[in-house]
């Protein structure tokens, strides 16, 4: 008789900037019964400033570099959905590091509607600074194949939150044992 692997314990949420990862990450973790981590708002709130104040003082790079430590402490915790930086994924190791750690999920949307939500908060997005859309359509090409390596894509257009964390659920489900009907353990 085999036994049976252990359920997932961890869900990374990726995609390009505005592909509603955050939201989504919340909705997914209330499902769950589980914690929500936002990579990004946890540097911020260990650095004390905005992200775009950290890549302006500190550059990419650092900050890049305190994205993978981040990283490497998320992925001990159990039962997180983690809202992945729109970046983090760039560094090879981190794709291998997540895939290794739990089951990646891309949000993504058309390219207006990424920049139409990204718009609305243009100072909070270093790299979508100027023409947000042309800034979507450069990340788009330069991290379309990373995000259709790390994980099934979930469309985000024109769906609302709590549908869209429905639609990760039962992606998940197979993965996830008791967890994906919501059993407590």
Known sequence: MSQRPPACQRVFLCGLPGSGKST???QLAALLGWSAVDLDQAIEVE?????????????????????????????????VVVSLGGGSLDHPHNLAR???????????APD????????????????????????IVRLRAHRQPILEEAGP?????????????ARCLEQLAPGLGGAARGEQR
Request: aromatic content about 4%; proline content about 6%.
């Open 24 to 26: 989504v990450a919340l």
């Open 47 to 79: 650095l004390g400033r905005p992200v775009a104040e950290i890549f302006a003082e500190l550059g990419a790079g650092a900050f890049r570099a305190r994205e993978r430590e981040a990283l490497g402490a998320v992925c001990e915790r159990h039962e």
């Open 98 to 108: 997540v895939r290794a750690a739990g089951m990646v999920l891309w949000l993504d």
């Open 112 to 135: 207006s509607v990424l920049a139409a939500r990204c718009g609305r908060d243009p100072g909070r997005r270093p790299l979508l600074a100027g023409d947000p859309e042309q800034a």
């Open 153 to 165: 894509r979930i469309e985000t257009g024109d769906i609302a939150p709590a549908a869209v964390a």
